[in-house]
């Protein structure tokens, strides 16, 4: 086999507002690869299955300097993100070839790395699609999970409101919210994904990011939005309301919108609590895995993808993630 | 003995900004009482010693029709707070001549209650000044034991940031603080206020209310204030914080300040708590009063009153207090 080109999305300058495709991050051919020659120098040569595209990448399209909670993304460097990879070449012990390997991957096609440092095999019985590894079963599954087990108390009866319900995150924490005899109302952006919703549980739906029209009071708020619907979220909690607070996905581009009512957390006994599924990962991870592993076998746990269909679609995969077009769960794989 | 004038401070107008003394509240002498032959028809006579007045005072003061977590006051019926009384006059069963009560008072001078509903009698063995029942051993101190047990899973070596530090909350909580073996920061509006923080063991202190020019991450934040310091807070918190959300005053009189970074609870993952202290005493009222009444009958917690002496001035006192004029701990006594 001659060398094949290697292609790689590079981050490629800050954004200002939201990301631009083609200028933000570039689809690079300049690197070429032999996979059946290249030396591994005792590591394991991955050939990248699935990439996926996560409202957080934004935060670390940034300068170096500015602080974070993950670094910033290098410029002129590939992309980092949570992936599947097969593996074709082993010189790494216990690692062989036919291998899948779930973690941390670099935006590009092939990658030889020398240990598992942040990387797992995937053990795969019920041979799940590959993609739900970066979806369901991946990073925006275990965000849902981590954060519903550790915070929400759930409790029967009481209603839950859920933003980017059809999103990979929402969907899960709608599912999981109904699993556990909660009422679930839901927001997200178009009809097509309010349908989506009900299909798996949620009993009333709001249409809108913004503010929604149920007089229930809510016990429970999931938050991947933040701005105007986290200030409705306030006004229609209930007493003792817990808010699990994911992400605002309305301030990752235009700065955060001021939240005006955040007062209403004291007469109304709110507990607020934000978290990274990093910190979480550790202690529900192998809960996670086999409790959700099987339901998502057979079913019980829906989930959707929207596939872009390889790395050059990356910059505008990041830029409908941004703007909340991408369609339905799971919908941020990067594969051909 | 001859009728005398029972005053009373009563609710007359709503405040649109910060309470105007003589207009919001107005001292009345229009009622009469004997104190010596009134029917007491089984229940028993309060002479008003003590009352304390208290920021969420202001969210009484509203249209009786916009909802909250407690009633408005009822316009030209006297205000309600948190008061001590001596018991002239008993037919009820277990009260008797001399007792001491605490509890929800009308801000009057004589009083009858038929019951004990809201009220309690004051055990006090330690010839404690009645005036600390409604501060530091009141519902002041109650709120600050109360927060700080429940949300703040004190950790020695933490640093602690607590706000309105000279105030009768802020001030025991320092001291709780520093007791858990917390190095703790500490704000309030005065050089006279700083004094009394540094007194009571806050080891690094800050004169204004806004944003800290200490470099040191904080783990613990006690807010009173909210507005520009909640932000600063946030911005000058540590991984896993936790906010203890006790009063926002910077938005009572002239409206809650927008936050414009709560994005940083997410990456940051910091918990908030807003809390009611009706909703923790009747878990801590015990421990609270076991631990506290001899540390305060010794000297060991220290506390401050600023007593602005007689009915007449209780409008002069909630507008003080609304500025955050007073003079430290329990500073809101009004007595003759």
């Known amino acids: ?15 200002e507002g939201f990301p631009v495709p083609g200028e933000t991050v570039v689809y690079d051919t ?11 120098n005792g590591g394991f040569l991955l050939k990248t299955l699935e990439l996926s595209v996560d409202p957080y990448m934004r935060g670390r399209m940034r300068d170096s300097k500015i602080e974070s909670y993950i670094p ?32 941390g991957l670099e935006h590009k096609e092939y990658a030889i790395r020398k240990d598992l440092n942040l990387l797992s095999v995937i053990e795969n019985p019920y041979n799940i699609p590959w993609s739900a590894f970066v979806g369901v079963l991946g990073m925006p599954g275990m965000t849902a999970y981590t954060g ?16 980017t319900g059809a999103g990979p995150v929402g969907s899960l924490v709608i599912q999981l919210a109904k699993a556990d005899g909660l009422k679930v109302i839901a927001s997200a952006g178009s009809d097509e994904k309010v349908q989506f919703m009900k299909d798996i549980g949620a009993t ?11 007089a229930e009071k809510r016990g429970r708020y999931w938050d991947n939005v933040g701005g ?22 309305t301030g990752y581009n235009t700065g955060y919108e001021p939240i005006r009512n955040l007062g209403l957390i004291i007469g109304k006994t709110i507990s ?13 991870a192998a809960e996670f895995y086999r409790e959700l592993t099987p339901k998502v076998a057979s ?5 959707r993808e929207h596939v872009y269909g390889g790395l050059e679609k990356v910059g505008e995969a990041i830029l409908a993630v941004q703007r909340g077009e991408n369609r339905g769960e799971g919908g941020r794989t990067c594969r051909r």
């Open 30 to 40: 300049s690197e070429h690869i032999d996979p059946e020659i290249v030396p591994l």
């Open 148 to 163: 519903w087990k550790e915070y929400s108390r759930a409790k029967k009866g009481e209603v839950a409101f859920v933003t």
């Open 204 to 214: 009333s739906l709001s249409t809108t990011r913004l503010r929604a029209p149920e």
């Open 272 to 284: 607020m609590n934000g978290f990274l599924v990093s910190h979480l990962e550790p202690k529900y």
């Open 72 to 103: 910033a993304f290098e410029l002129g460097e590939p992309l980092l993100g949570h992936g599947v990879g097969v593996v074709l070449r082993s010189e790494y012990p216990g690692i062989k070839s036919g291998d899948h390997i779930y973690g």
């Open 1 to 15: 086999m001659a060398p094949v080109v290697n292609g790689r999305v590079l981050f490629n300058s800050i954004p």
């Open 228 to 249: 105007k619907t986290l200030e409705a979220a306030l006004d229609n909690a209930k007493i003792r309301a817990r808010f699990i607070e994911c992400g605002m996905i």
């Open 299 to 303: 079913g019980e746990v829906k989930y």
